[in-house]
């Protein structure tokens, strides 16, 4: 087994440890993408909650430093515009993961979020997952690289692939968790 084959199983099983460990949806999804981080280099990402009967954002976040703004900006003219590869789409069709670049064919001009943020603060390449239960969408991720650094490559979109369904998972198990204790007294 090589070296990164290695790497990539030990990010694997710690990621499939992080999603039956009780933790809430948003520690869940940072300790994923910082333990992610060891196999898949990513420059930045958008992680985001999501309702899965409305389809809508409950919670979004980032490491940039204006996120609230960004946040904001993202979800109020990118999320319900952005007609490429839009999360609940890529969930109804049992997509787990898909590359900004093959969605548009190469032209990342097709795409609302890479015109409007991602080009703008010179990034290039995204990959985008979904983490559902069935159809159910939980939650989703845009893990996005610097402009000029290579586009994602078949082995980590295979990675992402392979934890999209126990994140999703998790994530459903935090919000049921998070909700059974709200109601007790």
């Known amino acids: 087994m090589s070296p990164s084959a290695v790497v990539e199983e030990r990010v694997f099983s710690e990621i499939k440890r992080l999603c039956l460990s009780s933790l809430d949806e948003t520690t869940l999804l940072r300790e994923v993408i910082t333990c992610l981080r060891h196999a898949v280099p990513i420059d930045t990402y958008r992680a985001l909650k999501i309702d899965p009967l409305s389809g809508l954002p409950t919670g979004s976040f980032t490491e940039e430093p204006d996120q609230p703004a960004r946040a904001r900006f993202f979800l109020e003219h990118i999320y319900f515009e952005d007609d490429v590869l839009e999360f609940n789409w ?96």
């Open 90 to 185: 890529m969930a109804r069709n049992r997509h787990p993961v898909a590359l900004l670049s093959e969605a548009t064919e190469g032209n990342l001009e097709r795409s609302l979020h890479w015109r409007e943020l991602l080009g703008p603060e010179g990034f290039g390449h995204e990959a985008r997952g979904v983490f559902t239960v069935s159809q159910e969408l939980w939650g989703a991720i845009c893990a996005i690289r610097e402009r000029g650094r290579p586009d994602f490559s078949p082995r980590e979109v295979a990675l992402l692939r392979r934890i999209a369904p126990h994140l999703g998972a998790g994530l459903k198990a935090a919000v049921l968790r998070s909700h059974s204790g709200a109601h007790k007294d």
